[in-house]
């Protein structure tokens, strides 16, 4: 069985399913989620795969096929974050925020 068969058995693009990013396959959990837990937060592929009850070989392929195109899900990780950042800045506050600001006399 080759590389790229194993990882299409465990990882799925779906247009309409998480902005069609990459994912576990049968799980919406993406590929860059796996990744930064297991880059950036030092979380071990066992601990992810016994948290949200992953086969240990779906882990792996998500670090497999982040590895192979890194460049490209860490620069649309990036572009989603900035709109993300855009959206809050450019937003009226919350009726919770506003609340919360008048509390402390903002």
Same mark, same amino acid.
């Given at each position: &069985?080759?590389? /790229?068969?194993?990882? +299409? @058995?465990?990882? =799925?693009?779906?247009?309409?399913?998480?902005?069609?990013? *990459?994912?576990?396959?049968?799980?919406? !959990?993406?590929?860059?989620?796996?990744? @930064?837990?297991?880059?950036? &937060?030092? !979380?071990?592929? =066992? @601990?992810?795969?016994?948290?949200? #009850?992953? *086969?240990?070989?779906?882990?792996?392929?998500? &670090? +497999? $096929? $982040? $590895? #192979?195109?890194? =460049? /490209?899900? #860490?620069?649309?990780?990036? /572009?989603?974050?900035?709109?993300? =950042?855009?959206?809050?800045?450019?937003? *009226? *506050?919350?009726?919770?925020?506003?609340?919360?600001?008048?509390?402390?006399? /903002?």
């Amino acid at each position: &069985m080759s590389k /790229e068969s194993v990882i +299409t @058995e465990h990882i =799925e693009i779906t247009p309409g399913v998480l902005g069609g990013k *990459p994912r576990i396959a049968g799980h919406r !959990i993406a590929v860059a989620h796996i990744a @930064e837990m297991y880059l950036k &937060m030092g !979380i071990s592929i =066992e @601990e992810i795969a016994g948290k949200y #009850d992953l *086969p240990l070989a779906s882990v792996h392929a998500a &670090m +497999t $096929y $982040y $590895y #192979d195109r890194r =460049e /490209e899900i #860490d620069r649309r990780t990036a /572009e989603s974050r900035a709109i993300v =950042e855009k959206l809050k800045r450019n937003s *009226p *506050p919350s009726r919770l925020q506003e609340k919360l600001r008048a509390i402390r006399g /903002e």
